[in-house]
Structures are given as structure tokens and as C-alpha cells.
């Protein structure tokens, strides 16, 4: 559930130290936005403009982002997109959705920064191996099987 359904943007040069909930900060001096978390945790938001993130647009009168805002780094893991100043709640992603965008991300940005991207295998999580019980414990150092 979203506190703010609207963003207020300010062209600013700096982004200031304490976020005004309800305001998305604009600043095309270091092509950054910032703004308050929208669901109200109150969670800075940071969204940096570079070819391979975030592309804002003004159209005279509000702002947009692309692609969408996803706070999965966050306790609220909140998910919206800001189209011309208003806030539009998109549905969760599960851990295994924000793990593939954040390979194709990581890719995106090897590809546009001219680096091969490296192929990193699936998480797969390690196999757990039982501790041999005393009497196979006892063989081994028996035997000099250790």
C-alpha cells in the first residue's frame, strides 16, 4: 500500500540532507533523483540517470521514471512506477525475479561500458554433507583413513 499516489518533483542542484515526504528531488547537475520512500518507511530512494539505470522525463509538468522502482534492499521492499507525478503500485517480485534483473542489469552495464559480461552460474546453494557418526569416526583413525 502506497502512503504518497503523487510525487511533487523540485529541480534542485543538490539533493538535500532530509527528504520532504511527497517530493521527488531532480538534479540534472549530478543526473540523480532522490525522493522519500513512497510507502511512507521514510527510506531514502536514490535513482541515478545514466544510460544503463534510470531515464527521467519532464514534460513541462511532471515527471517520469523508467523502468520501475523496486526497494528490495529495503524492509518494505516496495515496488511503483512514477508516471508524471503519480505513483503507481506495481506487484511484488520474488527473490528469484530480482536476482535475474539484477544479472540483466549487471550485463546491460558490461555490454554499454564495453566489458564481456562474465557468465555467473545459477545460486545454487551448497549440498549439505553428514558428519560421519563416532563408530565411522573411530574406523578412520583405526585404519589411518582420516
Known amino acids: 500500500m502506497m502512503r504518497h499516489k503523487r510525487l511533487d518533483h523540485r529541480f534542485v542542484e ?6 520532504e515526504p511527497g517530493v521527488l528531488y531532480v538534479s540534472m547537475d549530478y543526473a540523480t533523483s532522490a525522493h522519500s520512500c513512497c510507502c511512507g518507511c521514510g527510506e531514502e530512494v536514490v535513482a541515478p540517470f545514466t544510460p544503463t539505470d ?22 518494505c521492499r516496495s515496488h511503483y512506477v512514477i508516471d508524471r507525478g503519480k505513483v ?29 559480461p562474465a557468465i555467473e552460474p545459477a545460486v545454487q546453494p551448497a549440498p549439505v554433507k553428514a ?6 569416526r573411530a574406523w578412520r583413525w583405526l585404519s589411518g583413513r582420516s
Open 54 to 75: 534510470w531515464k527521467m522525463t519532464f514534460d513541462g509538468e511532471t515527471v517520469s521514471l523508467r523502468p520501475s522502482i523496486g526497494n528490495w534492499t529495503l524492509k
Open 14 to 19: 543538490h539533493i538535500p540532507e532530509r527528504l
Open 88 to 116: 503507481i503500485e506495481a506487484g511484488p517480485w520474488s527473490d528469484e525475479q530480482v536476482e535475474a534483473e539484477r544479472r540483466r542489469d549487471r550485463a546491460a552495464k558490461a555490454r554499454f561500458y564495453g566489458q564481456t
Open 131 to 136: 558428519a560421519p557418526g563416532f563408530w565411522r
